[in-house]
């Protein structure tokens, strides 16, 4: 016995420096989780089954006009007819300005002047000249009046319902019309999925999801790799013109189909970050790229950027990019803006960020777009005076945040280069917590 007691104490022993070692590594990586600024809206059986698509079963039977008509009706069941299936919201875009051929330095005016570079650079592509409003305030993304701003030559008014929120646009379209603009919503960060009809209820607001006013003349909708209900990309364009949507198939037709190598390197990034954006594997990624003097902030937004040359968004949908759109609008209500059960993600998102808003307003903190519609928080954008301090202040308290890698800039007047059309805003900034 005491033989035996012996050989275990030496174990012990022995093996006490590998328990410490083990320890010592538990503490050490607690101590550098970090919160991540965006997770991505999709499971690992949303993942399963974009990987299943390109095995030989699942491609025995496919047809594209078919998956299209699905999507289509998942996704306006009234108006499907109406939906064109994109490569991404760009290539929509692009698609739309081609058709329309505008007369050269016609004006598209952007509410509110806050969007992505490559939409600026769309329009100054295409010969025409991207004109921005400021918002009002802070708190009021959208002018009450839209007259004041149109001129001879406006001739698109795209809306862009910002950071989530469904900005209150009636009016404004309802003038623009008036005024004979073609009203264009892009409803990129502010997708909702419909409720399951058993769960539908008067006082459920968008039991339908969003899908733009009715009045506008094109409504957009993406699914890019950090939208809500990602489809790791693609997009939707709702075109009301019977005529005007011909004109953009036949652009469509005449595109290339994106490779199925590039969607399955696309699958196999998203998978890798669903992996690292958990807390202690972010912070321990953060921690060493910070250490080997990188930018962490460029790195994040190098993982989710979409196309960067015009001959990119200029691809149709590879068919497994289709296949995982209609598979994920075929579960849409797991971003239904209402959901007791707290299975959607943005019900989530709503409820995280409500707990988060009402306590820093008790410190004075403002939030941007607060109370201008219906707020989902794809982004929780605040107003600092030191934006990058907050940010680097944040993550020292083990939360992600930043006041760069969002991508959305300000529209500036008479554009003519990338450097003039999209220069950040003066005065106060806003952080953006993702």
Aim: charged share 20%; proline share 6%; with cysteine.
């Amino acid at each position: 016995m005491t033989a035996l007691l012996d050989s275990l104490w030496l174990g012990f022993v022995g093996f006490s420096p590998c328990l410490a070692g083990l320890a010592l590594l538990v503490v050490c990586s607690w101590s550098l989780r970090l919160h991540p600024r965006k997770v991505l809206d999709i499971g690992w059986r949303d993942l399963m089954v974009a990987f299943t698509s390109f095995t030989s079963f699942t491609r025995r039977s496919r047809d594209r006009t078919t998956l299209e008509r699905k999507i289509g009706e998942c996704y306006a069941p009234s108006e499907a007819s109406e939906v064109l299936v994109t490569l991404s919201v760009r290539s929509a875009f692009d698609m739309l300005l081609s058709a329309l051929a505008l007369p050269k330095n016609s004006e598209v005016l952007f509410l509110p002047g806050i969007t992505i570079p490559g939409m600026v650079q769309l329009v100054e592509h295409h010969g025409l000249q991207p004109v921005g409003l400021d918002p009002p305030k802070p708190t009021q993304m959208l002018p009450p009046k839209l007259a004041p701003f149109v001129t001879p030559r406006t001739r698109i008014l795209v809306i862009t319902h910002l950071f989530g929120t469904i900005h209150k646009a009636g009016h404004l379209i309802r003038e623009a019309k008036e005024l004979g603009i073609l009203v264009v919503e892009d409803g990129a960060q502010a997708f909702m999925g419909s409720v399951l009809p058993e769960k539908r209820s008067a006082a459920c607001p968008w039991p339908m999801g969003f899908r733009g006013h009715e009045a506008s003349d094109v409504i957009f909708s993406s699914f890019g790799t950090i939208k809500t209900l990602t489809a790791l990309g693609g997009g939707i364009a709702q075109v009301r013109d019977a005529q005007l949507r011909g004109k953009m198939r036949e652009i469509a037709a005449s595109w290339p189909r994106r490779s199925r190598r590039q969607r399955l390197l696309s699958i196999i990034r998203a998978a890798l970050l669903r992996i690292l954006t958990t807390p202690i594997p972010y912070g321990i990624v953060e921690a060493l790229i910070t250490t080997l003097g990188f930018n962490f902030d460029h790195l994040i937004v190098s993982s989710v950027r979409g196309f960067g040359k015009l001959e990119e968004i200029r691809q149709k949908p590879a068919t497994e990019l289709l296949e995982l759109l209609l598979w994920r609008l075929q579960r849409q209500q797991m971003a239904a803006f209402k959901d007791p059960s707290m299975q959607s993600s943005v019900s989530r998102r709503c409820r995280n960020a409500n707990v988060v808003i009402s306590r820093l307003e008790k410190e004075g903190i403002e939030f941007v777009s607060k109370g201008d519609g219906t707020n989902s928080w794809w982004l929780l954008p605040i107003l600092s005076d030191d934006p990058q301090g907050l940010a680097s202040e944040m993550v020292a308290r083990g939360f992600d945040a930043t006041s760069t890698t969002t991508q959305l800039q300000r529209v500036v007047t008479a554009a003519t280069s990338k450097e003039q059309a999209l220069i950040p805003s003066s005065g106060q900034d806003s952080c953006d917590c993702m």
